[in-house]
């Protein structure tokens, strides 16, 4: 498990910057994914198809968890919201999880080109998670069920940890809200430790969600009433994450606020799909996205040509 100093903290941010570019980037772009030249119209692929909103705090989360945990063998993230699949794409991409099981995705220049262009596209990548991806256990298009299926893998298995990332919209389906009460039958000894994690950024597809809407009084009395202590982290303050997670708390539930589109040009519900629309065919938006990706200044936190976060 890393510390806390100030260089373990920057190396998160920079995790958290390549990430979000990588997600934009693979929403976006079927060409130019360095940005060595001027974004023109056929860079852009002729069909968006994937979901932004919620990629940041995703990112985020993975990028706190990596630090935290490293690479212990017992530990897995579960992806609730599969639709922001190409923020875990980026991570598992990152961490040359996803050459693993595909030679092509090298962490490299030549696996961004690859993981960018064939995001959503004929014979490449699914818009949401699937099997195919390193250490998926839920299928991207059905919310729900991904806390469930966790206390299921840990079922029997006390060695296991396995953060569940849980969207607030998600949050509002039956089986996501009752699946809260598996703490209360598979606790103990015997099995092993969930840490569940609201991602409230406080919209779903289309509207404000109710858990966002709740005062913190009332969050932290619906949390406490199935038995796990509420814990408030800031998605900006990587410092309070990381403390977060030190903190030995029995049955942990972190809730995780942040805004939807964070870092995008939208915010809210116009940044749950695909934020600009039209960047293909109006200079005005191909402008905005250019400098959007470039918010980021990729080349300053991934080395393209050694293959790593700097």
């Known amino acids: 498990m890393s510390g806390l100093g100030i260089e373990n903290l920057e190396k998160i941010k920079h995790r958290i910057r390549a990430a979000d570019y990588l997600a934009v980037a693979q929403l976006y772009l079927k060409d130019n994914f360095l940005l060595e ?3 023109t119209p056929e860079d852009i692929k002729p069909r968006l198809l994937g979901h932004w909103g919620t990629c940041h705090g995703i990112n985020v ?8 945990f490293g690479d212990d063998p017992n530990f897995s993230f579960v992806l609730g919201p599969g639709h922001g699949f190409p923020a875990l794409q980026a991570n598992l991409f990152l961490d040359g999880d996803l050459k693993k099981v595909d030679p092509k995705a090298t962490v490299n220049a030549a696996g961004v080109e690859y993981i960018c262009k064939h995001f959503s596209w004929p014979d490449g990548f699914p818009s949401h998670a699937s099997p195919y991806t390193p250490g998926i256990i839920t299928e991207g298009g059905e919310l729900g ?5 966790a206390y299921g893998v840990v079922l029997g298995h006390p060695e296991k940890i396995l953060a569940v990332l ?3 919209g998600e949050l509002e389906t039956a089986t996501a809200i009752d699946s809260l009460n598996l703490k209360n039958l598979l606790g103990g000894a015997k099995n092993g430790k969930i840490l ?3 991602h409230l950024n406080g919209y779903k597809i289309s509207a404000p969600s109710i ?3 709740k005062s913190e009084r009332e969050m932290n009395e619906l949390i406490r009433g199935f038995g796990f202590t509420p814990i408030w982290i800031d998605a900006e303050d990587i410092e309070s994450f990381q403390m977060a997670l030190v903190q030995k708390i029995e049955a942990p539930f972190y809730i995780l606020k942040s805004e939807k589109g964070e870092g995008g040009p939208n915010r809210h519900q116009d940044a749950h799909q695909i934020p600009l629309k039209d960047p293909k065919t109006n200079p005005e938006v191909l402008k905005q996205l250019e400098e959007w990706l470039k918010s980021y200044n ?3 936190v991934f080395d393209a040509e050694k293959g790593e976060l700097k």
Do not use: H, M, Q, T
């Open 211 to 213: 858990y966002a809407r």
């Open 37 to 39: 030249r001027p974004l």
């Open 145 to 149: 069920y991904a806390l469930a299926n």
């Open 298 to 300: 990729f080349v300053e």
């Open 61 to 68: 989360a993975y990028a706190n968890l990596k630090s935290y």
């Open 196 to 198: 569940p994690i609201l």
């Open 166 to 168: 849980i969207g607030d």
